[in-house]
Nanobody
Framework: QVQLVESGGGLVQAGGSLRLSCAASVTIASLHAMGWYRQPPGKQREFVAGITTSGSTNYADSVKGRFTISRDNAKSTVYLQMNSLKPEDTAVYSC?????????WGQGTQVTVSS
């Protein structure tokens, strides 16, 4: 069983920055892909950013140029650097790891951006 624990959420003003962390209970090199998703209030969960073991990244159009996903294999941690935050970025952000046909989720961390 893979456990993922997110941290780094909080309240920030529009234009500010936050860095989210997702710590895994296993070496993340064993997870072929990891990603960040978010669920805004009253809406469905949506993809934010993803990264593979080779380091390839992809982003939702709404965050391109503002968010950066990265991984530190030595720390078994994936990060999401969020800059130029907007009120519409307010959501619960969750980390996902994939191994084969299995997907593992963290419990989520709240990000609130005030205008």
């Amino acid at each position: 069983q893979v456990q993922l624990v997110e941290s780094g959420g909080g309240l920030v003003q529009a234009g500010g920055s936050l860095r989210l962390s997702c710590a895994a209970s296993v070496t993340i090199a064993s997870l072929h892909a990891m990603g960040w998703y978010r669920q805004p209030p009253g809406k469905q969960r949506e993809f934010v950013a993803g990264i593979t073991t080779s380091g390839s990244t992809n982003y939702a159009d709404s965050v391109k140029g503002r968010f950066t996903i990265s991984r530190d294999n030595a720390k078994s941690t994936v990060y999401l650097q969020m800059n130029s935050l907007k009120p519409e970025d307010t959501a619960v952000y969750s980390c996902k790891g994939e191994r084969g046909f299995y997907a593992f989720w963290g419990q989520g961390t709240q990000v609130t951006v005030s205008s």
